[in-house]
T-cell receptor, first 116, second 110 residues
Framework: DAGVTQSPTHLIKTRGQQVTLRCSPKSGHDTVSWYQQALGQGPQFIFQYYEEEERQRGNFPDRFSGHQFPNYSSELNVNALLLGDSALYLC???????????????FGSGTRLTVV | GDSVTQMEGPVTLSEEAFLTINCTYTATGYPSLFWYVQYPGEGLQLLLKATKADDKGSNKGFEATYRKETTSFHLEKGSVQVSDSAVYFCALLTGNQFYFGTGTSLTVIP
């Protein structure tokens, strides 16, 4: 049973460019959350998608946007990249029907984005 | 707002030493509490969790107790191994969002 798959694993972009990161949730999961983990810091919540809509959003500017597809996979888009956007971007999937806390959240290995 | 504060590292211990990593939280509701571990180049792995006050989470020799009166969730292990070397994150889950601490790097030397 495949876990959460993220692609690409690494990429380098130039300031001002746009980037798209991809996430395939664990089989059976229908909700995808995105987190940004700067070097030496804990992950910070960007947003969560459920039923192809943004369900909740953290304190990130509108340059960060997302999408969820009918097969539950998700994309994170970042426009007008800044040096400060360099980070590990983690995707976490879960199943909204779970009754217990943690709801079976599963994290992917992340995409390391470097902005130069 | 909700937040987590955990002991800063790095922490270096000899094999078989006792480990404590302190974690305190601030939350307006009744969050669930977690410890995650991150190995180099990898994502987050759930280590243990507790969903209500006085619950004790445990896994692989690690333990943490949800203390509402002190708003704490300290991680402990009686005898660490070299393979425990990693970064440990304390986190709370409220609603649909995790709040993470800044992480504590642990290195265990033989």
């Amino acid at each position: 049973d495949a876990g959460v798959t993220q692609s690409p694993t690494h990429l380098i972009k130039t300031r001002g460019q746009q980037v798209t990161l991809r996430c395939s949730p664990k089989s059976g999961h229908d909700t995808v959350s995105w987190y940004q983990q700067a070097l030496g810091q804990g992950p910070q919540f960007i947003f969560q998608y459920y039923e192809e809509e943004e369900r909740q959003r953290g304190n990130f500017p509108d340059r960060f946007s997302g999408h969820q597809f009918p097969n539950y996979s998700s994309e994170l888009n970042v426009n007008a990249l800044l040096l400060g956007d360099s980070a590990l971007y983690l995707c976490a999937s879960s199943w909204v029907g779970s009754q217990m806390p943690n709801y079976g959240y599963t994290f992917g290995s992340g995409t390391r984005l470097t902005v130069v | 707002g909700d937040s987590v504060t955990q002991m800063e590292g790095p922490v270096t211990l000899s094999e078989e030493a006792f480990l404590t990593i302190n974690c305190t939280y601030t939350a307006t509701g009744y969050p669930s509490l977690f410890w995650y571990v991150q190995y180099p180049g990898e994502g987050l792995q759930l280590l243990l969790k507790a969903t209500k006050a006085d619950d004790k989470g445990s896994n692989k020799g690690f333990e943490a107790t949800y203390r509402k009166e002190t708003t704490s969730f300290h991680l402990e292990k009686g005898s660490v191994q070299v393979s425990d070397s990693a970064v440990y994150f304390c986190a709370l889950l409220t609603g649909n969002q995790f709040y993470f601490g800044t992480g504590t790097s642990l290195t265990v030397i033989p």
